[in-house]
């Protein structure tokens, strides 16, 4: 037995408590639209959507004649939601379909977090989907891109059909306390957190 | 892992581990935070407060300093929806504006301050508060 497994066994650290009060709002359970038939939901937008992408990046068309807008930007992404991109008229062309990827690693949390809200105060009509663990290498693949936020907004009016399909799956977006705020009871939590042991040594001279 | 039994005594990577408490001392102070950040959510939210938010941040910097004071402590997820700054609380097209710039992701409030979030450096990066193995609900 090595001398490092030894001093494992011996305790230095103990684990302790600490109480601390989460958001009573915002909780991740109640953030995300939940998902009915998750795995039908992906394999329909795979067919539909990631595939045509990867039809029309294949043959090599630019992006501005593609017959429906994509994006995987966070910046155009945003500014679309929040209807800042004034000059453009891509939101009002059709229906806003944002798809995250909140499930795979390598997604930043802080990021995710910002996205229910941004959905949900959009001046348009923007169906939210969270994908299936893997969607987001899968997504990499078909548009040929890095994709690094796990976020991809598409628009168009050749969305319809999808989102009909879609939308019956989908449980609208619920964030009560933005329109009409209700008391909540205290959401406390316990957090794990280790202390030392030994005591502090007194300071000497100190009778 | 199986819940542990009171009095029972088990030690992991140098760590003596002991079973979490049943009762949580001083909760009026929580219970007290929780409200004053309900009635600053409610006071951004309904505008009837004008463009300031004056009652709001008055909440919102009340609850700051009950928090600081009581040593009650709140998670990173509250904290950030805070400005550090003016104590508006931060929701998108109404205090708040998201972009990220050269990798971070910024939050910026209407009294001009900028939250930065280096995302880039470690986009799977957890805080240990916010791992879901550390943390367990009461």
């Known amino acids: 037995m090595s001398l490092k497994s030894l001093d494992k066994q011996h305790a230095q650290r103990r684990q302790t408590y600490r109480a601390v009060l989460d958001n009573p709002f915002t909780n991740e359970g109640s953030l995300w639209p939940h998902v009915r038939d998750q795995q039908q939901v992906w394999e329909l937008i795979q067919t539909v959507l990631l595939t045509r992408c990867r039809a029309l990046a294949d043959a090599e068309v630019p992006a501005s004649e593609w017959p429906l807008g994509v994006t995987t930007s966070f910046n155009k992404i945003i500014s679309l939601l929040q209807g800042e991109d004034s000059n453009s008229d891509q939101a009002e062309e059709g229906p806003l379909l944002l798809l995250v990827c909140n499930k795979d690693r390598g997604v930043s949390s802080v990021m995710l977090q910002q996205i229910p809200l941004l959905t949900y105060m959009s001046p348009y009509a923007v169906t939210l989907v969270q994908l299936p663990r893997g969607a987001l290498p899968a997504i990499q693949t078909q548009l040929k891109s890095d994709c690094p936020e796990g976020l991809l907004l598409t628009w168009g009016g050749e969305l319809q059909s999808l989102l009909t399909q879609i939308a019956t799956k989908i449980d609208p977006p619920h964030l009560p306390w933005l329109d009409h705020v209700r008391f909540e009871p205290t959401a406390l939590k316990l957090l794990k957190t280790t202390a030392p042991l030994k005591k502090s040594v007194e300071k000497t001279g100190k009778k | ?138």
């Open chain 2, 1 to 138: 892992m199986k819940p542990m039994a009171k009095g029972s005594k088990h030690v992991e990577n140098g760590v003596l581990l002991t079973p979490p408490p049943r009762n949580i001392g001083n909760k009026e102070h929580f219970q007290r935070i929780n409200h004053l950040y309900q009635l600053a959510v409610w006071h951004t939210i309904s505008g009837n407060d004008g463009g300031e938010q004056a009652l709001a941040r008055l909440y919102a910097k009340n609850m700051d300093s009950v928090s600081k004071r009581t040593r009650a402590e709140t998670l990173p997820q509250l904290k950030r929806t805070i400005c550090k700054k003016c104590y508006r609380i931060l929701v998108p097209r109404k205090t708040m504006r998201v972009q990220t710039n050269l990798g971070c992701l910024q939050l910026v409030c209407s009294c001009g301050s900028v939250r930065s979030f280096p995302v880039h450096m470690d986009r799977g990066y957890r805080c240990h508060a916010e791992r879901d193995e550390n943390l367990i609900s009461i």
